[in-house]
C-alpha cells in the first residue's frame, strides 16, 4: 500500500472518531438544554433573571421566556450533532474502502448541505418567533437567515456533486479492467 493512502486511512480514522466525539457532545448539549426546559417549573429561575445571553435583552426568568430560549438551541445542538455524525460516515467509509469516491458519500454530502440549510433558514426564524411569543411581542428582534449558512450548503453541495463524477469515473475505470 502506498504511503499517501496510508495516510488517508489514517487520517479518516482520526476524522471519523472526532467527528463521532463532537456529536455526541452536540446531542449532550441538547438533552440539557432539554432536561432544563421540561424541569424550568422546578428550577430556582433567579439565575436566569440576569439577562438573556442569547437574546441580548432583559427578561424576568419566567419559564415560558426559557424555553423560548433553548427550543432554538435544542434544534441547534440536534442539526449539529446530525451533520457531524453523517460527516463521520463519510470518514468512516473513506477508511474503509479503496476510494472516497462512492456514491453513498455524494448523498452523505447533500444531506449535509440540507442540514446546513436547515441552520441558516430555520434556527433564526424560530428564536425570533418564539421570543415574539413567548417574551415580549414589543421585541426589538429582526428576522434574519443566516447567509454564511446557505453558502457552506452550496459548498457541500458542490463537493457531492464532484464526488459524483468521482464515483461515475471509478465505476468506468473499474468497469475497462
Known amino acids: 500500500m502506498n504511503t499517501k493512502k496510508e495516510k488517508i486511512i489514517k487520517m479518516s480514522k482520526i476524522l471519523n472518531a472526532l467527528l463521532k466525539i463532537g456529536a455526541i457532545i452536540s446531542l449532550m448539549a441538547a438533552a440539557a438544554a432539554?432536561?432544563?426546559a421540561i424541569i424550568a417549573?422546578?428550577?430556582?429561575?433567579t439565575l436566569f433573571s440576569y439577562g438573556g445571553i442569547w437574546l441580548n435583552t432583559q427578561f424576568d426568568g419566567n419559564v415560558d421566556e426559557?424555553?423560548?430560549?433553548?427550543?432554538?438551541?435544542?434544534?441547534?445542538?440536534?442539526?449539529?450533532?446530525?451533520i457531524l455524525f453523517v460527516a463521520s460516515s463519510i470518514f468512516k467509509d473513506m477508511s474503509h474502502a479503496n476510494t472516497p469516491f462512492i456514491q453513498k458519500n455524494a448523498i452523505r454530502l447533500k444531506v449535509i448541505s440540507l442540514f446546513l440549510i436547515a441552520f441558516g433558514v430555520l434556527i433564526q426564524p424560530l428564536r425570533m418567533l418564539l421570543v415574539l411569543v413567548f417574551v415580549s411581542p414589543q421585541s426589538d428582534i429582526f428576522f434574519s437567515?443566516?447567509?454564511?449558512?446557505l453558502v457552506f450548503a452550496a459548498v457541500f453541495f458542490s463537493l457531492a456533486l464532484i464526488f459524483?463524477?468521482?464515483?461515475?469515473?471509478q465505476r468506468e475505470s473499474d468497469e475497462t479492467l
Open 34 to 36: 432539554m432536561v432544563i
Open 66 to 82: 426559557i424555553r423560548a430560549i433553548l427550543v432554538p438551541e435544542i434544534l441547534n445542538g440536534t442539526l449539529m450533532a446530525s
Open 164 to 169: 459524483e463524477y468521482g464515483a461515475e469515473l
Open 145 to 149: 437567515i443566516n447567509l454564511g449558512y
Open 41 to 45: 417549573p422546578s428550577l430556582d429561575l
